[in-house]
């Protein structure tokens, strides 16, 4: 760095390393469209930083190093808006929706067919962005529409942010408003990790982007899948274009994230054909939504309309129906899982959420229950989003009658009455049964022939479900003994899909030992554990007889870990399974150990996102590499790790989203330490 010598050449290339960044950041968040590698990406980013240590003097609040700040805030101060969020009407219908559209028409004094643009109504929190001079200055929440609370910091960490507007001709003071919000996976993963770790879970979405948006750490925030839409334009300092569409595709020129489904309609029939549109592929839409937004186009036209109260006469969302409603919860069952785990289980007097009848929703543990203080005869809130099992969010305390009566967990398993049990410190209480216990049964044979452990094509729930209950099998190993004539015995199965089932068994048994192991459903022994003991040890026999202390010395196994697996082959019943198995001719093809204990992280796959800090992310790439490890681009189901780096963005989101193990800096630099030492 010192051989630059003239300041004037220096800054010069700071100011250009940060013009590539932010374009690169564009590319990558507005348009859906990188044209650099993530390599380049960090050697550009630590070109920067590097400088940026070697002279602070020349770091700016708006250089793409400097979203996360160092320290926890005390508290939000208070911003009061120039101009009044305001909020908007509602129609629910057709009929409402023409009244609107008439409204408008009258007040305007003309018979012509208003343009519209319609857009889908995120439900998430309303910010407002202050750019001055093309730089964040202030990022506030609505409040009561008058008065937010000032989230700069926090707002300054979600990386489809702009810190300062691209291009030129934005106006000195440009305030935006838009939805920021958590997307279904991300939102989906986060309560996953809470509830594995008996923290509290949010009840939907948008709670979770409220919480995270209100976090007085802003390096906790950042690493909360979060994102945004723009929507519109609050006080504004210069000239915009005329129409809504315009302005919205001015402001992603400018750098900022618009949604990709807004589109104009003709009318108000043409706003229903968006609206049916839109809520036919709600599900399928990575956000939550409760409805879509119209807005006359024209801001000529949306000045003479005005306002009304605190809403605008010229928009109105039209309301999808809820996905949360209330109901009564009649009676707690308790269902069993695969590892014994014990869910309790509401069922409900039927209610219709967002057009769908539920009849039960899961009550998830009895720390849940306990934390909702939930009881038989409550009035409870119900929760359902696309296919997911509904769940029960809240209790309408006022509601509450006399007698509701407290839930208590059973002190035996409900399908096989042996004892239940809830290790101290444990969120979960499970059937100590195994698999004597036949729900138990039935959930590790599904496990067992799922697609991604032995992946037995045409064995469905429903046919475990039945063989189990007519006694044809009691555990995994009964599957291979199977006829085609006993199957073809069962409901719903011809003699063809009888065969076709016999084979596709037959042509499961050769599989790998990656798999098999994974197939048997030891607790805690997932994909990648699985991966790395088959590598570690090479063969089944060696894994059945490891002691402890062996086990803690294969990647990723902890104590738990190893626990589990010691338990597992200790009991006889299980050995015999595994044995009957082999013996029906399951098998696979050798591991060679002495490679894989060069290559310690062969078949793992590993995604770098972000920026690293003490080493390049080609300086990791090459030692994970030499380690074995494959270096992928992009995070997908294969993916086993992603090492989450400074303003990691939606790899780290789409990490969340599919559960896959993410670690950082740190933790990368123990895992390299391991095997290097
Ligand atoms: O709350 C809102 C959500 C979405 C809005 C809004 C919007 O546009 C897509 N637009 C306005 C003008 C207002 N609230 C006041």
Same mark, same amino acid.
Request: hydrophobic letters at 40%; a negative charge; aromatic letters at 6%.
């Given at each position: 760095?010192?051989q630059?010598?003239d300041?004037?050449?220096?800054?010069?290339?700071?100011?250009?390393?940060?013009?590539? $960044?932010?374009?690169?950041?564009?590319?990558?968040y507005?348009?859906?469209?990188?044209?650099?590698?993530?390599?380049?990406?960090?050697t550009?980013f630590?070109?920067?930083?590097?400088?940026?240590?070697?002279?602070?003097?020349l770091?700016?609040?708006d250089?793409?190093?400097q979203?996360v700040?160092a320290?926890?805030?005390?508290?939000?101060?208070?911003?009061?808006h120039?101009?009044p969020?305001?909020?908007?009407?509602?129609?629910?219908?057709?009929e409402?929706?023409?009244d609107?559209?008439?409204?408008?028409?009258d007040?305007?004094?003309?018979?012509?067919?208003?343009?519209?643009?319609c857009e889908?109504?995120i439900?998430?929190?309303a910010?407002s962005?202050l750019y001055?001079d093309g730089?964040l200055?202030?990022a506030?929440?609505?409040?009561?529409g008058s008065?937010?609370?000032n989230?700069?910091?926090?707002?300054r960490?979600i990386?489809?942010i702009?810190?300062?507007?691209?291009?030129?001709?934005?106006?000195?003071?440009?305030e935006?408003?838009g939805?920021v919000?958590?997307?279904?996976q991300?939102f989906?993963?986060?309560?996953k990790r809470a509830?594995?770790?008996?923290?509290?879970?949010?009840v939907?979405?948008?709670?979770?982007a409220a919480?995270? $948006?209100?976090?007085l750490?802003p390096?906790?925030?950042?690493k909360?899948?979060?994102?945004?839409?723009?929507?519109?334009?609050?006080?504004?300092?210069?000239?915009l274009?005329n129409?809504?569409?315009e302005?919205?595709?001015?402001?992603?020129?400018?750098?900022?994230?618009? %949604?990709?489904e807004v589109?104009t309609?003709?009318?108000?029939k043409?706003?229903t054909?968006y609206y049916?549109d839109?809520?036919?592929?709600?599900?399928?839409?990575?956000?939550?939504?409760d409805?879509?937004?119209?807005k006359? %186009?024209s801001l000529?036209l949306?000045n003479k309309?005005?306002?009304v109260?605190?809403?605008?006469?010229? +928009?109105t969302s039209?309301?999808?129906p809820?996905?949360e409603?209330?109901?009564r919860l009649?009676?707690?069952?308790f269902?069993?899982?695969r590892t014994?785990?014990?869910?309790?289980?509401?069922?409900?007097?039927?209610?219709l959420?967002?057009?769908v009848?539920?009849?039960?929703a899961?009550?998830?543990?009895?720390?849940?229950?306990?934390r909702?203080d939930v009881r038989?005869g409550?009035?409870?809130?119900?929760?359902?989003?696309?296919?997911?099992?509904?769940?029960?969010v809240?209790v309408?305390l006022?509601k509450?009658?006399?007698?509701?009566?407290?839930?208590?967990?059973?002190?035996?398993?409900?399908?096989?009455e042996?004892?239940?049990?809830?290790?101290e410190?444990?969120?979960?209480?499970?059937c100590s049964?195994?698999?004597?216990c036949?729900?138990q /049964?039935?959930?590790a044979?599904k496990?067992?022939?799922?697609?991604?452990?032995m992946?037995?094509?045409?064995?469905?729930?429903?046919?475990?479900?039945?063989l189990?209950?007519?006694g044809k099998?009691?555990?995994v190993?009964?599957?291979?003994?199977? /006829?085609?004539?006993?199957?073809?015995?069962?409901d719903?199965?011809?003699?063809?899909?009888?065969?076709n089932?016999?084979?596709?068994l037959?042509?499961?048994?050769?599989?790998?030992l990656?798999?098999?192991?994974?197939?048997?459903?030891i607790?805690?022994?997932?994909?990648?554990t699985a991966?790395n003991?088959?590598?570690?040890?090479?063969?089944?026999?060696a894994?059945?007889? +490891? %002691?402890?202390? /062996?086990?803690?010395?294969?990647p990723?196994?902890?104590p738990i870990v190893?626990r589990?697996?010691?338990?597992?082959?200790?009991?006889?019943?299980?050995?015999?399974?595994?044995?009957?198995l082999?013996?029906?001719?399951v098998?696979?093809p050798a591991?060679?150990?002495?490679?894989n204990?060069d290559?310690?992280?062969e078949?793992?796959?590993f995604?770098l996102?972000?920026? $690293?800090?003490k080493?390049?992310?080609?300086?990791?790439k090459?030692?994970?590499?030499?380690?074995?490890?494959?270096?992928s681009? /992009?995070?997908s189901?294969?993916t086993?790790?992603v090492?989450?780096?400074?303003?990691a963005?939606s790899?780290?989101?789409?990490?969340?989203?599919?559960?896959v193990?993410v670690i950082?800096e740190?933790?990368?630099?123990?895992?390299?330490a391991?095997?290097?030492?």
């Amino acid at each position: 760095m010192t051989q630059i010598s003239d300041r004037q050449q220096l800054e010069d290339k700071v100011k250009d390393l940060r013009e590539q $960044l932010r374009e690169h950041n564009f590319r990558y968040y507005i348009k859906d469209d990188p044209t650099v590698s993530d390599g380049a990406y960090d050697t550009l980013f630590h070109t920067l930083r590097k400088l940026e240590e070697e002279y602070p003097q020349l770091i700016t609040s708006d250089s793409p190093t400097q979203r996360v700040g160092a320290q926890p805030i005390e508290g939000f101060t208070q911003v009061t808006h120039r101009l009044p969020m305001l909020s908007l009407g509602n129609v629910f219908n057709d009929e409402e929706l023409n009244d609107f559209d008439r409204r408008v028409r009258d007040r305007l004094e003309s018979e012509a067919i208003v343009e519209y643009t319609c857009e889908p109504k995120i439900d998430g929190l309303a910010v407002s962005l202050l750019y001055v001079d093309g730089l964040l200055t202030l990022a506030s929440t609505r409040g009561d529409g008058s008065v937010g609370e000032n989230i700069t910091e926090n707002v300054r960490t979600i990386g489809s942010i702009p810190l300062q507007l691209r291009g030129q001709g934005y106006p000195k003071e440009l305030e935006v408003r838009g939805e920021v919000f958590m997307s279904k996976q991300g939102f989906s993963s986060l309560n996953k990790r809470a509830l594995a770790n008996s923290e509290k879970v949010f009840v939907n979405a948008r709670n979770a982007a409220a919480g995270s $948006l209100r976090q007085l750490d802003p390096r906790m925030t950042a690493k909360r899948p979060l994102d945004i839409f723009c929507y519109s334009v609050g006080y504004v300092d210069g000239e915009l274009p005329n129409t809504q569409s315009e302005i919205l595709a001015q402001l992603q020129e400018w750098g900022l994230k618009t %949604n990709p489904e807004v589109k104009t309609a003709m009318g108000p029939k043409e706003c229903t054909a968006y609206y049916l549109d839109i809520l036919n592929r709600r599900d399928e839409l990575g956000y939550e939504i409760d409805g879509v937004v119209y807005k006359v %186009n024209s801001l000529t036209l949306q000045n003479k309309l005005g306002f009304v109260s605190r809403a605008p006469r010229w +928009a109105t969302s039209h309301k999808f129906p809820a996905q949360e409603e209330t109901t009564r919860l009649l009676d707690v069952e308790f269902q069993v899982g695969r590892t014994g785990a014990i869910t309790p289980v509401a069922r409900l007097e039927p209610v219709l959420v967002g057009g769908v009848t539920v009849s039960n929703a899961t009550l998830h543990n009895m720390d849940e229950v306990e934390r909702m203080d939930v009881r038989v005869g409550d009035t409870v809130m119900v929760y359902r989003a696309g296919d997911v099992i509904p769940k029960v969010v809240k209790v309408i305390l006022d509601k509450r009658a006399e007698g509701a009566k407290r839930i208590v967990m059973p002190s035996v398993c409900p399908v096989c009455e042996s004892p239940i049990e809830k290790p101290e410190g444990e969120a979960v209480a499970r059937c100590s049964g195994g698999l004597i216990c036949k729900a138990q /049964s039935k959930e590790a044979i599904k496990h067992f022939a799922s697609r991604r452990a032995m992946d037995v094509d045409g064995l469905g729930d429903k046919l475990v479900e039945q063989l189990v209950d007519t006694g044809k099998i009691s555990n995994v190993a009964g599957l291979f003994e199977l /006829s085609a004539e006993q199957l073809a015995s069962m409901d719903r199965m011809g003699a063809k899909s009888a065969e076709n089932l016999v084979v596709a068994l037959e042509k499961s048994k050769m599989t790998t030992l990656p798999r098999f192991l994974f197939a048997l459903g030891i607790r805690e022994v997932g994909e990648a554990t699985a991966l790395n003991l088959a590598n570690f040890y090479g063969d089944l026999a060696a894994i059945q007889v +490891a %002691n402890e202390e /062996s086990l803690l010395e294969v990647p990723d196994v902890g104590p738990i870990v190893a626990r589990y697996l010691k338990l597992f082959f200790a009991q006889p019943h299980n050995v015999e399974v595994v044995e009957q198995l082999q013996q029906s001719g399951v098998h696979w093809p050798a591991i060679d150990v002495v490679t894989n204990q060069d290559k310690p992280l062969e078949g793992q796959v590993f995604v770098l996102t972000g920026s $690293l800090i003490k080493m390049t992310r080609n300086e990791a790439k090459a030692q994970l590499q030499q380690l074995g490890a494959k270096v992928s681009g /992009s995070v997908s189901k294969k993916t086993h790790c992603v090492v989450a780096g400074d303003a990691a963005g939606s790899k780290l989101k789409k990490a969340q989203d599919l559960g896959v193990d993410v670690i950082d800096e740190n933790e990368l630099e123990k895992l390299l330490a391991r095997y290097n030492a």
